[in-house]
Nanobody, 115 residues
């Protein structure tokens, strides 16, 4: 079973930065497609970043230029660097691993952007 543990969330002022981390168990991490998604209260979950096994990345327009996803296969960890944060970025952020038709989720980490 693949386990994912997110960390790095917290309270930050508008315009600030945070880096989220997601540690992934198992020996096949380098083969996984990894996502970061978020869900705000009363809203649907939104994909905010994807990185493939070959480190190709993809972002929606809402975060493009502000968020950067990366991976360190030696550490079995995926990161989400978030800059120029806005109040509308407030949400629970989740890490997901995709492999051979299976999806594995972390427990989420809260990000609150407020002055």
């Amino acid at each position: 079973q693949v386990q994912l543990v997110e960390s790095g969330g917290g309270l930050v002022q508008p315009g600030g930065s945070l880096r989220l981390s997601c540690a992934v168990s198992g020996s096949r991490f380098s083969s996984y497609v990894m996502d970061w998604s978020r869900q705000a209260p009363g809203k649907q979950r939104e994909l905010v970043a994807r990185i493939t096994s070959s480190s190709s990345t993809n972002y929606p327009d809402s975060v493009k230029g502000r968020f950067t996803i990366s991976r360190d296969n030696a550490k079995n960890t995926v990161y989400l660097q978030m800059n120029s944060l806005k109040p509308e970025d407030t949400a629970v952020y989740y890490c997901t691993a995709h492999w051979l038709g299976n999806d594995y989720w972390g427990q989420g980490t809260q990000v609150t952007v407020s002055s």
